[in-house]
């Protein structure tokens, strides 16, 4: 069946450095969204990708969406603290299935 | 607007016993999903709804998991009966719609924290 595959699982960095996380789909996707969730919260939506090749910016985050369809990445640039969380990608297939990845947990140094 | 709502925040209950989780989505919006989310096995969609009608229950883990959705405003996520390996956080979420090639946004809940003893 359809995965989503997500790394690192974890990452510890030191406040100021850069993070990325990666997903990876075993099928081609329709679109994929990006959702953070605080410790102890629920996740929020942060961004969708839609376009083969796409890339979004948000302040310090950037959102690519692979050429094929079937990869994503987000990358913070100069991490705050209060970047910490996890953060899961959730891939849409044309058959309207929803898979989420199983989350990169971020945790920052000051 | 309030958001997502789901009922209760924490439950704390003995194995064998009926656990009914609750879920009031936004209104307006079409879909409202079910998650559940462990340490082990991440965060897994269990069942989705569309205009009240179950689309997907393929997540399910078993036949102890059943839900429901009679109208547009409440659906119900009954385990019964529960088991320890039930504890986990379960979402509820909600959205406007899909269209095309897209979905929309989910709005997650707060959640349902169950201990199963």
């Known amino acids: 069946g359809q995965q989503v595959m997500q790394i690192p699982q974890y990452q510890h960095v030191q406040e100021g450095e850069d993070f990325t996380t990666y997903c990876n789909s075993s099928?081609?996707?329709?679109?994929i969204q990006w959702y953070k969730q605080r410790p102890g919260g629920h996740p929020v939506f942060l961004i969708q990708?839609?376009?083969?090749?796409e890339v979004k910016k948000q302040k310090r985050l950037t959102f690519q969406f692979g050429e094929a369809k079937k990869n994503s990445s987000l990358h913070i640039t100069a991490t705050q603290t209060t970047d910490v969380g996890t953060y899961f990608c959730?891939?849409?297939?044309?058959?309207?299935?929803?898979?989420f990845g199983s989350g990169t947990r971020l945790s920052i140094r000051p | 607007d309030a958001g997502v709502i789901q009922s209760p925040r924490h439950e704390v209950t003995e194995m064998g016993q009926e656990v009914t989780l609750r879920c009031k989505p936004i209104s307006g919006h079409d879909y409202l999903f079910w998650y559940r989310q462990t340490m082990m096995r991440g965060l897994e969609l269990l069942i989705y709804?569309?205009?009240?009608?179950?689309?997907?229950d393929s997540g399910m883990p078993e036949d102890r998991f059943s839900a429901k959705m009679p109208n547009a405003s409440f659906s119900t996520l009954k385990i019964q009966p529960s088991e320890p390996r039930d504890s986990a956080v379960y979402f509820c979420?909600?959205?406007?719609?899909?269209?095309?090639?897209?979905?929309?946004?989910?709005?997650f809940g707060p959640g349902t924290r169950l201990t199963v003893l």
């Open positions: 709804f569309n205009n009240n009608v179950p689309i997907d």
């Open positions: 990708l839609v376009k083969s090749g």
């Open positions: 959730a891939g849409y297939s044309s058959a309207s299935k929803i898979i």
């Open positions: 099928t081609t996707l329709s679109n």
């Open positions: 979420a909600s959205s406007l719609g899909t269209s095309g090639g897209s979905t929309d946004t989910q709005y």
